[in-house]
């Protein structure tokens, strides 16, 4: 075998990834599919049945085109890319989804189109219809709105509303949200597939919803003009206005519709009106255009013939469906419902057990305050009975303390009387020394005066007699014995001798008992200083006591009568006297 006879060996599959609304899918298809068989393989892994609706389409260059059924798949202009990109699509739109759309995926799909189309401007939509429209979507999303758990932010991740919406008014997120929201509250208890619909029912009056524009101009004058293709027929727009047509042709009053490479011609069913032809560009967009027309037409047309067995088949189906999920919603709202009171029975009953613990924490709180408090009353009385025994026995020492006070009292009473009586007595002894004391010492005065007055005489009589021995001693020495004397000279000498020996005696005598009685008086001195220092020290042993008497009478807390009577001895009302005594008693010790 030749190297040139070796031919190179062809790939048996290729890879192609579809992108519907909500997922992407991958698919290794075979050389020889056709246009239908990946689009069946698509439809049968979404689970769709109402095929009629759908496509594949790809993008070619600067426009799009619809992948051939009949055709295969590698053998069309598709890109080269691998895998194949794909977008399955929504090709013709119903005319009353209600009415059409069987199945909850095709109703599905179709929400999602038709809000990814409004979103990006591809639909246009008033701001009040947006407003509702984004609510229906929210509703669709999250359920019912439930306070608690869809707070204030929740919508701010979602895109809900176009954006020229958005510049139009100079409102917030916030301000967006809260009015979204007041819509939203109001579709409590409305299914997914139930608010997918109404958003749908709502979008299918829009003017621009369903139609297919392209650029083409007019035959004669050259105008640059926008067909239209929808559900409906054929319609003319002002390049400036796609929500209102110039022109429009029904479906219903359509008789032909063909075209020349670029030129287009729709004959009226009424042969009385004109012709109308225009121009498109491109062939590719003119195969597009009559792809459009083909299959839009055949949709009306099969809308007003009776269903198919499949259509029934599935209408029957989608109903009983619809049923059964009517009736488990139904059954779910009733367990809801159900569920909502038993909740709110259980929070009731959880709410009155939380209240009944608090009150039965509040009782044994109580209960307990009170145990304590009856524990500290009961200490408080054992306390009290305690303190009222030693009152008692303080009460009892107080009384035999105030009782050995009043006979301590009495006792000083008595001892004071005793004392007054002492002072009395030693004021009058003191006087009697006084008047004694002034007495003798008169008494000295005069025995002093005497025993001048005697040394006096004593001197003259001595110096008489000198004078008298004078005068004899000559007559002695004259004689040699002494004459004697004459008897009248004898009796005087013999007198005044006599009397001078007198005198010495009574000198004498005055001087013994002079000296006598000053000894007396020493000893009586030194007796009444003893006396009176005596009674200084019982005196300050009294006050002594008495201090210490105010003191234990302080210390029991005696009552006003006993602590008066025991502290009348502290005021001594010859306090006065002792300072008297005491000045006598340094004069005496002067004496």
Not at 25 to 36: I, R
Not at 518 to 533: A, G, N, P, T, V
Request: aromatic share 8%; charged share 35%; net charge negative.
């Amino acid at each position: 075998m030749s190297i040139l006879g070796l031919k190179k060996k062809q790939p048996k599959t290729f890879k192609v990834k579809v992108i519907t609304m909500d997922a992407e899918m991958e698919f290794s298809c075979e050389v020889k599919w056709k246009g239908k068989d990946l689009f069946d393989l698509v439809c049968r892994t979404v689970g769709l049945r109402e095929t009629w609706f759908f496509g594949l389409r790809y993008t070619v260059k600067d426009t799009y085109a619809w992948l051939k059924p009949e055709k295969r798949v590698l053998d069309q202009e598709v890109p080269k890319d691998s895998p194949i990109t794909f977008h399955f699509l929504a090709k013709f739109f119903p005319e009353k989804v209600e009415e059409e759309l069987v199945q909850e995926i095709t109703q599905h799909l179709f929400f999602l189109q038709v809000k990814k189309q409004i979103l990006d401007e591809e639909i246009f939509c008033s701001p009040e219809a947006s407003v509702l429209l984004a609510s229906y979507a929210v509703q669709a999303k999250y359920g019912d709105y439930d306070p608690n758990f869809h707070k204030p932010g929740f919508l701010a991740q979602d895109e809900l509303l176009p954006k020229r919406v958005l510049m139009q008014y100079q409102m917030t997120a916030d301000m967006w949200e809260e009015k979204i929201t007041a819509w939203y509250a109001e579709h409590r208890g409305i299914a997914r597939d139930e608010a997918e619909m109404e958003y749908l029912k709502i979008a299918q009056d829009l003017e621009m919803y369903g139609v297919s524009y392209f650029a083409i101009t007019q035959n004669k004058r050259d105008t640059d003009l926008l067909l239209g293709v929808d559900a409906q027929g054929l319609h003319i727009y002002n390049p400036n206005n796609k929500l209102n047509p110039n022109k429009s042709f029904p479906w219903s009053g359509i008789r032909n519709i063909s075209y020349s490479e670029k030129e287009f011609t729709i004959k009226p069913l009424d042969k009385k009106k004109d012709v109308f032809k225009f121009y498109s560009s491109q062939l590719r967009v003119n195969k597009l255009i009559l792809q459009l027309c083909i299959g839009n037409h055949d949709l009306f047309m099969r809308r007003r013939k009776v269903d198919s067995i499949e259509v029934q088949q599935m209408k029957a189906q989608a109903k009983e469906e619809k049923a059964r999920k009517k009736m488990e919603r139904q059954i779910l709202a009733r367990e809801k419902q159900m569920r909502e009171e038993a909740e709110r029975a259980k929070e009731e009953m959880e709410r009155r057990l939380f209240q009944l613990q608090d009150e039965a924490r509040l009782a044994n709180e109580a209960l307990l305050r009170s145990e304590e408090t009856a524990d500290l009353l009961a200490e408080k009385a054992q306390i009290a009975e305690e303190e009222a025994k030693l009152l008692a026995h303080k009460a009892a020492e107080a009384e035999q303390e105030r009782q050995r006070l009043e006979v301590t009292a009495m006792k000083t009473k008595e001892e004071k009387r005793l004392m007054e009586q002492k002072m009395r007595e030693a004021e009058q002894l003191a006087v009697k020394l006084v008047e004694q004391s002034e007495r003798r010492l008169k008494e000295a005065d005069h025995l002093k005066q005497d025993l001048t007055e005697a040394k006096d005489a004593e001197r003259r009589a001595k110096q008489k007699l000198l004078e008298i021995t004078k005068t004899t001693y000559p007559l002695i020495a004259a004689y040699s014995t002494p004459p004697a004397p004459p008897e009248p000279a004898d009796f005087s000498y013999d007198s005044a001798s006599s009397r001078l020996d007198f005198k010495d005696s009574d000198m004498k005598r005055l001087s013994m008992e002079i000296e006598r009685e000053r000894l007396e008086y020493m000893e009586k001195s030194k007796h009444l200083q003893d006396q009176l220092k005596e009674l200084k020290s019982e005196i300050e042993s009294l006050k002594l006591e008495e201090q210490q008497q105010q003191q234990q009478a302080s210390m029991y807390s005696l009552p006003s009568e006993a602590r008066g009577y025991v502290q009348e001895p502290v005021y001594l009302p010859h306090s006065n006297r002792n300072s008297a005594y005491m000045s006598q008693m340094a004069f005496f010790e002067e004496v």
